[in-house]
Each structure stands twice: as structure tokens, then as C-alpha cells.
């Protein structure tokens, strides 16, 4: 079944994606399958995430964006870990809009990412829809043997850390919908961080050696904090006065009534692709030093605590939180 | 965003598919990657296929089948590169049909093909989609370092051989639609048969010790062949008359004018999940000795020959083949 425009299974996978292939462990994208040598010392980690239209992107969002968008939010989960990516698997569920041009978009876009992040393309399927288009990825990367890092192991006493700025994602799924009046280059950077994040993979040789637990924000900072929270079966105090915004973030807060309504928005908004996680009071030292070094964001939010859940506090009151974040059905 | 009929994500998992996780590798699905140990002596083998309601199964086929038919076809790569499965990890694209009850038995599915295949969900992601349902899984496999079974390895005089029948996955797809008139029995059967695929993860073992190239057949059996041709830079001969039928097929040819068209259509037809593949001719007698033990259907269909591309004859005559298979834009 030729796709639209032309543009079929084969065209795809030999014109837009072979070269985008792993050189020996993708095959050429002719084999069906990647295969991968081990590496004794250390253990693979995979994850894998799935995008759709509609739902974590917008039908208007160009195809190199939502390329880019699906390694991303693979690589964060990575990121979070502690792991190094090397490698992708990809399955592309085409809608009638993605012709060749879109197609091409979406395979520079991945090139692109490639590139920033030293990965390749291992594999995978393309296949079409008449629905929206979706896509997923299965991103595999390297830790350490036995040292990946877990949601388990936050303990009593631990800090509880953010690396960048949270509430972003959602106040840029908001201006790519119309439903913000802020300045024009706010308007345009947040869209622009809502279809291209910044996963914190140059984080994540900090977040190995210094991280008790650690999650990655997608679901929403104050939700991905209650399963940190229940996995290691601790509780967790954090302050809103201590989210850290950007500028974008201060300036849509100050335009509304109630500033604590907002940052519990921001809080539970998702979408943010930031690393949370707790660490040793011992450790801040090193982690503050090494995210100077790579001029990245990393706040203090609260402390771990015996007990269960997450408690948020703003003015020293207690915040009832209805709703910690967003969960894709 | 909660899921239709109260099926939410975190229901989905931790109710649905925590107990299909692997007990150590898939960490409880609490924490959005799988970490496999490097196993010294062995590739890492994966594939990652998709399938789409209205493309690759049948708006009114129930979802415990199409979680086996997601399952199935992904071993069917594994097991034409002579690779032991162990493991995947699943996205999961539910459109509005799939409430609490269809998710449930997607998940009966999934545990009764795991059961089989000795394998475990390791991880993944569920989403919603107001389109079409669709699903993907990758799937891990280990194979000897160094030995999986590419589609190039084929050589001047290999034999070309075929596992199980060809063409009732083509025969399947017409009966499920209502598009033939065979006995009830034969009816069901091939129903099942396109539903549910048999791959022959049984024998992966012999492929391993005995192909020289192996594919599975997915998109047609000659258009698998030219995969291999291509591939391995070489031509193959084959002949129609040595298609291994199923009852089925055969009453079906016999019903209609033109034998020849009948058994060109299943031999390019698709979705029958055997493998073909090429070996030595002095392995012909440990790969019969193989198949018989598995009570397994094993035919030689040709030969492989210099040049390039698939020749098919039928009666001594070369037969023009205008399609050779099936793809999914």
C-alpha cells in the first residue's frame, strides 16, 4: 500500500532513515533487526515513550519539531537514570498529512538530534494510519554495571532537587494554543520549549554519582515527586516559593490574581522533561559545582521526611494539591 | 487525562501489566526504563514492528488476539535471525474503543503468549488516541555472538526453503472480511490463522546452525526473497508448484478459474509469519531431521543462482509478477 504523496514504506526506510542508521548495529535498516554487542561492565538501560497528535503535540507542529520532541522525552528518561544514550528504535504511524516533505522534516530532525546527542538510528517500523499520526521510540543507552538510578532510593534527610526551570512545558502548550498574551519573544521561546524541551543528558554523569532517587518531569513536578516518593517509601516536603521559574513563568504570574493558584499550576503543569531528584545533604556540594560548570539551573526544593506523599508548602501553610499532573490515558 | 471508561495510565500499568513484568529487569513498570545486565557471549537482538486497527487488524478483532498478533510478529523476526526471545517493551495507542474491559483482555493476551514464548514485558508507555487503536512492541532476543542470520549470507547453489504453509495469512485477511466462501471450519481457521500467527520461534535453533540467510515472511514470500536477493547480491529461483499449501488454500484454488493467479496472489500475499530462507545443500538433511522432530512443514522451493531479483516459474514457464508483496506506507 503506496503511502500519500508517494511516499512508501520502502522510499521512507531506504531514502530518509537508512542514513541515519547506526553504521555495523543498524544494518543498513535491511535486516529486520539491530544487533548489539554486549558490554560487559556495564547494562543497558531502555525506555520507551509514544507521541501523538493532538495529545503531546499539536497538529500544526512541524515534523521536525515533533521528531526531535519524541528523542527528547525518550533521552530524558534516560537522562534521569544516569545513562549515556547511544541508540534509537523508531515506529513511525503515518497520517495522511505526513507526504514526502513531511517525511524528509521529520527524518532532519531526527539527523539533527543525532548529531547533539551521539546517537543513531538502530531500527524500527513505519507504517500508515488514517487517524492522527503518532510515533514511538525505544531509546537504549549505557550505565555502569548495577548503578543506574532509581525512584527507590530517596532516604530520610536526603535534599530534593530540580535541575532548570519548571512550569515551562505547560505555559508552552498553552501559547502554542492561543491561550497566552505575553510578549511576542516570550510567546515564541515557550512554544518553542513546549515542541523541542531540553532533556538534561549533560546532567545525568552528576545525577550517577551523586543521586539517591531521580525521575524526570513529564507528568508533572509534584506527581513525579509522589512516585519518587511511594517507590522509595518516604515522604517529600517541598516549598512553592522554591519552583524555579523563568522569566516567562514570573511575568504570567504577576498578570494573575492569585500568584499560588499559579505556581500550582506550574507545579503539576508536566511536560517539563527537567530532572527531580533527592541526593545526600553531602552531595549538594558537588552537584551545585558541577551544574555551575554546565551553566544549568539547579534548585533546592525541599527535603525528604519519614511518612508518605508529597506535602506543599507556600508561606509556611500547607497547599491542597487535586491534581499532581497530567497522566496520558 | 483520564482514559475512557475510567482507564486511566496508571490503572493500565500498574493494575493491568505490572504483573506481566519481567520480576527484576522491568523494576515493577514504577520506573519508566528497563536495565538488562550485558550477557558476555552474546548479540542483543531487536526488532520493533507496529500495528494499526484497520490496517493490520480488524476494527472488530478482539484485543487479547491482537496483543498475541503484536507479540507473534515481532518473534517472527527474531526467530528468521535464529534468535532467543526474552523480553519486550510495549506502546500501547488506545482509541476510544478501548475501555477497562478491552484492556483487560489486550492484557489476558499478552499473558498467555508470554507463557509460551517464556518471555516479559520490560517497560513501555500507554497513551490515548482519539484515532484508530495502534501498538508497538520491540522485542529482545539473544543470539551466540557474531552468529545472528542476516538476509545476506546467501550463496550460488543454497537450497531456498520455506517453513509451514504460505498464503492462509493473506486467506485469513479475505476470510475476516467476508470475502470467501469456504467451509465454516476452514473459515474459522484461517480467521485464527491471520489473527493469531504462529512464528516459528521453534525453529530458530536450526536456522541458526544451518541458514546461510533467513527472513520472515511478512510483507509476501517473493517479496521477502528479493529482500535476500538484494541483500546478499544474488538471484533466486523458484517454483510455484512447490508452494506448500494449506487444505484451505488448495480448496480454494480448486474453487477458482485460473490456478496459476491463485497461487501467484498467495505468493505474495503477506502476513504468514513462516520464514524462508536460504542454506548449503549439504545442510538440507539436518534442517528435514529438524523439522520433523518439531512436526514442523518444511519445503524447498528453489534455488539460489547468479544474477539478481526473484525468478518464478510455474510449469517450466517464467510467471511476470507485477507485485511481489504487500507494505505498509
Given at each position: ?70 528523542l527528547r522525552v525518550n533521552l530524558s528518561d534516560l537522562a534521569a537514570k544516569g ?129 539517591s532517587a531521580s525521575a524526570d518531569v513529564s507528568d508533572g513536578l509534584i506527581a ?106
Open positions: 500500500m503506496p503511502g500519500p504523496g508517494g511516499a512508501g514504506e520502502f522510499d521512507t526506510i531506504h531514502r530518509l532513515f537508512a542514513p541515519l542508521a547506526h553504521p555495523e548495529w543498524g544494518r543498513g535498516l535491511r535486516d529486520d533487526v539491530a544487533v548489539l554487542p554486549s558490554r560487559p561492565g556495564y547494562d543497558l538501560v531502555l525506555t520507551k515513550d509514544a507521541i501523538v497528535e493532538g495529545v503531546h503535540f499539536l497538529p500544526g507542529d512541524p515534523l521536525d519539531s515533533v521528531a526531535r520532541k519524541l545513562a549515556t544514550p547511544f541508540g534509537y528504535l523508531l515506529a513511525c504511524h503515518w497520517s495522511p498529512r505526513c507526504g514526502w516533505g513531511e517525511r524528509e522534516a521529520f527524518a532532519q530532525g531526527l539527523g539533527v538530534d543525532q548529531k547533539l546527542f551521539g546517537i543513531s538510528l538502530l531500527g524500527g517500523d513505519t507504517v500508515s494510519t488514517p487517524g492522527p499520526a503518532s510515533f514511538s521510540a525505544t531509546m537504549l543507552g549505557w550505565v555502569p554495571k548495577g548503578r543506574a538510578v532509581s525512584r527507590t532510593g530517596a532516604a530520610v534527610g536526603d535534599f530534593v532537587f530540580s535541575t532548570g526551570v519548571i512550569g515551562d512545558g505547560w505555559l508552552g502548550l498553552q501559547a502554542a494554543k492561543g491561550l497566552l498574551s505575553l510578549g511576542d519573544d516570550r510567546h515564541a521561546a515557550l512554544i518553542e520549549h513546549y515542541r523541542v524541551p531540553s532533556p538534561r543528558c549533560e546532567f545525568a554523569e552528576a545525577i550517577l554519582q551523586s543521586a513525579d515527586l509522589q512516585h519518587i516518593a511511594a517507590a522509595s517509601g518516604i515522604g517529600v516536603e517541598i516549598d512553592l516559593e522554591r519552583l524555579p521559574l523563568s522569566a516567562a513563568a514570573h511575568a504570567w504570574q504577576e498578570s494573575r490574581a492569585d500568584a499560588e493558584a499559579c505556581l500550582v499550576r506550574l507545579a503539576t503543569g508536566g511536560d517539563d522533561y527537567e530532572i527531580v531528584f533527592t541526593a545526600r545533604p553531602a552531595q549538594e556540594k558537588n552537584l551545585r559545582r558541577e551544574a555551575e560548570h554546565l551553566h544549568l539551573r539547579l534548585s533546592t526544593l525541599g527535603r525528604v521526611v519519614s511518612g508518605q506523599g508529597v506535602t506543599v508548602r507556600h508561606g509556611g501553610r500547607v497547599v491542597v494539591i487535586e491534581k499532581a499532573g497530567w497522566t496520558h490515558g
